[in-house]
């Protein structure tokens, strides 16, 4: 299994982003995917889901504001991050079945 983000940088706040996440070694349309988080001495967090069928779920924190999609065609999942603040400032991380994890890429809001 391998899992490719992109997309992460600086931005100021109130700004938006898309992360992408290419997949490889998976068959991609029967499984769950989803983007994690991690900023500096805390804990790795779920940000957002997305099922097979297309169900998506979000962190309380994040919900309205950022938006997990797919494409199973181009085996990818993605996160638009809009109204961007200094606190979603992370290593985003996507991750796959069997407990797979990409290298991730960081985000940063600040002005």
């Known amino acids: 299994v391998q899992l490719v983000e992109s997309g992460g940088g600086l931005v100021q706040p109130g700004g938006s982003l898309t992360l992408s996440c290419a997949a490889s070694?998976?068959?991609?349309?029967?499984?769950?995917m989803a983007w994690y988080r991690q900023a500096p001495g805390k804990q790795r967090e779920l940000v957002a889901v997305i099922t097979s069928g297309g169900s998506t779920n979000y962190a309380t924190s994040v919900k309205g504001r950022f938006t997990i999609s797919r494409d199973n065609a181009k085996k990818s999942v993605y996160l638009q991050m809009n109204s961007l603040k200094a606190e979603d400032t992370a290593v985003y991380y996507c991750?796959?079945?069997?407990?797979?994890w990409g290298q991730g890429t960081q985000v940063t809001v600040s002005s």
């Open positions: 070694g998976i068959i991609f349309s029967t499984s769950t």
């Open positions: 991750s796959g079945p069997r407990s797979s």
